[in-house]
């Protein structure tokens, strides 16, 4: 059933709203057909929707006509619908009406810019007044966001100037107070560093590095003393440290192998160092434990033969007690005397005893590989009971090592005449160098027992078993010798 009848109700009601249906339906399908052809609709009734409905007329009082009520359009026909107003079509008006434009669809969510949304527009009260809008709270997550990145921006920035600056240290400057630095030998940048940072010359070793690297002068670094400041900027330093260093303000004494005491003490003199070096290598209580160790002979005053030969470098104001201090410290470092009763088997020598043949060798050997060689002669004459015969044990005792000696001098009567004497000597006789103490430790196994200046052999000698043999070398360098004019024939 169409919603348009209504169920119940008056019969003249429903017909009334059939015949307007009908009507408005019939008005519907001309205007349709109107517009397909393109001709004027037609015109509107002139009742408007929703006017009051048509009622029948009541009849007339008594006696008046009747009226016949009008009766329904025939069944089939079309219903009458209630009048609608007209469609408004695109382009169109209505006269005398003003037509509310659209609103032009968007997406959900999508406002025109400037359009109020719907938290802009005023909440009304119950009362008819609006409610106050609370204020509108703006997003803030971005713009702190954006206040964060710029906080870190010149934070990295100022990080970077620091670093520059303090790496470049264009306004630093030349520093405080001198210092003298050493840098060891085959130190790295690093460990330079770490040296001047601790003597208060660079604040960072690890900048100081850093400066060294991107200078390109980090190869160049030398080991050596340096006269720098205190608080030096890391370029100067850098700059100091490529240059030579300054010379040491040291004593240098050179002392060679084989010399005695009397003769190093002219050299001692010479090189500026305060005190006597004949006092300091004296018996003395610094100096008895050496010769305590050594198994010297009680009596024994003098430390001849400990005094290692070498150059040493002392400070400025040293003296020679400090240079005789070094000296038996390296000699202890070079001489045990481990060894030394084996060396010469049936001697059973000392320590001490060992120290003075080779104070002996280091004066008779002038070809390193007869070093052993004249240790061995010495060790047999002594298993022998032969007198040594070295005149070099003489000459220590005249402090003559130049000229030639006299037969007076040849006869001397004295321990240290071993041409007289049997056995050794009773001190040594200068201070031997490792190699002539190692050959004294070692000795060369044969039967030596002589040995003479070779005739132009530039300190080489000639060595024999037998008197007779000795006998010949002796005549082959007299005959040299008178040959060249009573010239030392050992070098033609």
Same mark, same amino acid.
């Given at each position: 059933?169409?919603?348009?009848?209504?169920?119940?109700?008056?019969?003249?009601?429903? @017909?009334?709203?059939?015949?307007?249906?009908?009507?408005?339906?019939?008005?519907?399908?001309?205007?349709?057909?109107?517009?397909?052809?393109?001709?004027?609709?037609?015109?509107?009734?002139?009742?408007?929707?929703?006017?009051?409905?048509?009622?029948?007329?009541?009849?007339?009082?008594?006696?008046?006509?009747?009226?016949?009520?009008?009766?329904?359009?025939?069944?089939?026909?079309?219903?009458?619908?209630?009048?609608?107003?007209?469609?408004?079509?695109?382009?169109?008006?209505?006269?005398?009406?003003?037509?509310?434009?659209?609103?032009?669809?968007?997406?959900?969510?999508?406002? !025109?810019?400037?359009?109020?949304?719907?938290?802009?527009?005023?909440?009304?009260?119950?009362?008819?007044?609006?409610?106050?809008?609370?204020?509108?709270?703006?997003?803030?997550?971005?713009?702190?966001?954006? !206040?964060?990145?710029?906080?870190?921006?010149?934070?990295?920035?100022?990080?970077?100037?620091?670093?520059?600056?303090?790496?470049?240290?264009?306004?630093?400057?030349?520093?405080?107070?001198?210092?003298?630095?050493?840098?060891?030998?085959?130190?790295?940048?690093?460990?330079?560093?770490?040296?001047?940072?601790?003597?208060?010359?660079?604040?960072?070793?690890?900048?100081?590095?850093?400066?060294?690297?991107?200078?390109?002068?980090?190869?160049?670094?030398?080991?050596?003393?340096?006269?720098?400041?205190?608080?030096?900027?890391?370029?100067?330093?850098?700059?100091? /440290?490529?240059?030579?260093?300054?010379?040491?303000?040291?004593?240098?004494?050179?002392?060679?192998?084989?010399?005695?005491?009397?003769?190093?003490?002219?050299?001692?003199?010479?090189?500026?160092?305060?005190?006597?070096?004949?006092?300091?290598?004296?018996?003395?209580?610094?100096?008895?434990?050496?010769?305590?160790?050594? !198994?010297?002979?009680?009596?024994?005053?003098?430390?001849?033969?400990?005094?290692?030969?070498?150059?040493?470098? /002392?400070?400025?104001?040293?003296?020679?007690?400090?240079?005789? #201090?070094?000296?038996?410290? #390296?000699?202890?470092?070079?001489?045990?005397?481990? &060894?030394?009763?084996?060396? %010469?088997?049936?001697?059973?020598?000392?320590?001490?005893?060992?120290?003075?043949?080779?104070?002996?060798?280091?004066?008779?050997?002038?070809?390193?590989?007869? @070093? @052993?060689?004249?240790?061995?002669?010495? %060790?047999?004459? /002594?298993?022998?009971?032969?007198?040594?015969?070295?005149?070099?044990?003489?000459?220590?005792?005249?402090?003559?090592?130049?000229?030639?000696?006299?037969?007076?001098?040849?006869?001397?009567?004295?321990?240290?005449?071993?041409?007289?004497?049997?056995?050794?000597?009773?001190?040594?006789?200068?201070?031997? &160098?490792?190699?002539?103490?190692?050959?004294?430790? $070692?000795?060369?196994?044969?039967?030596?027992?002589?040995?003479?200046?070779?005739? %132009?052999?530039?300190?080489?000698?000639?060595?024999?078993?037998?008197?007779?043999?000795?006998?010949?070398?002796?005549?082959?360098?007299?005959? $040299?010798?008178?040959?060249?004019?009573?010239?030392?024939?050992?070098?033609?």
């Amino acid at each position: 059933m169409s919603p348009l009848f209504g169920r119940g109700g008056d019969g003249d009601a429903g @017909r009334q709203r059939t015949a307007a249906d009908r009507e408005a339906a019939r008005l519907e399908r001309e205007r349709a057909r109107a517009e397909r052809a393109g001709t004027p609709p037609p015109a509107a009734p002139s009742d408007p929707l929703g006017s009051d409905p048509v009622v029948p007329e009541q009849p007339d009082p008594v006696g008046s006509d009747p009226v016949v009520p009008e009766r329904p359009d025939p069944v089939g026909s079309d219903p009458v619908v209630p009048e609608r107003p007209d469609p408004v079509v695109p382009g169109t008006e209505v006269p005398g009406t003003e037509l509310e434009p659209e609103p032009e669809e968007r997406p959900s969510g999508i406002r !025109r810019v400037g359009a109020p949304s719907v938290h802009d527009l005023p909440r009304v009260a119950p009362s008819g007044g609006t409610v106050p809008q609370p204020p509108r709270r703006r997003r803030q997550g971005g713009r702190f966001a954006r !206040r964060v990145l710029a906080v870190l921006l010149i934070l990295v920035i100022a990080a970077i100037l620091w670093a520059v600056l303090a790496i470049i240290q264009p306004f630093h400057g030349e520093g405080g107070a001198a210092v003298r630095v050493t840098i060891p030998s085959g130190a790295t940048a690093g460990e330079i560093g770490d040296v001047l940072e601790r003597d208060g010359v660079v604040a960072s070793s690890t900048v100081f590095g850093l400066r060294a690297r991107l200078s390109g002068k980090r190869g160049d670094l030398k080991a050596g003393t340096f006269t720098l400041r205190q608080d030096m900027s890391y370029g100067d330093a850098i700059d100091a /440290l490529t240059r030579n260093p300054e010379a040491p303000p040291v004593i240098r004494v050179t002392l060679p192998e084989g010399r005695s005491i009397d003769e190093a003490a002219a050299t001692v003199r010479t090189a500026g160092l305060r005190g006597s070096y004949r006092a300091a290598a004296a018996r003395n209580p610094r100096t008895i434990d050496s010769l305590h160790r050594y !198994r010297a002979p009680k009596g024994t005053k003098t430390l001849e033969g400990f005094l290692f030969p070498a150059t040493y470098e /002392l400070r400025t104001g040293s003296t020679a007690r400090d240079l005789v #201090a070094d000296q038996l410290k #390296a000699f202890r470092e070079n001489y045990t005397g481990a &060894g030394a009763a084996r060396s %010469c088997p049936g001697q059973d020598l000392t320590p001490y005893d060992v120290l003075i043949v080779a104070s002996m060798v280091e004066r008779e050997a002038e070809v390193a590989r007869e @070093r @052993r060689l004249i240790a061995g002669v010495i %060790c047999n004459r /002594l298993r022998q009971g032969i007198p040594l015969g070295i005149d070099a044990t003489i000459r220590y005792r005249l402090d003559n090592w130049s000229r030639p000696l006299r037969q007076s001098e040849l006869a001397l009567d004295s321990p240290f005449n071993t041409r007289t004497r049997r056995g050794l000597p009773p001190t040594p006789i200068g201070s031997p &160098g490792e190699a002539s103490l190692n050959a004294a430790l $070692k000795p060369a196994r044969n039967s030596y027992l002589y040995y003479v200046v070779k005739p %132009c052999g530039n300190g080489a000698h000639a060595f024999s078993s037998t008197d007779a043999e000795f006998q010949r070398d002796v005549a082959a360098y007299n005959k $040299k010798r008178d040959e060249l004019g009573g010239r030392d024939p050992s070098e033609c």
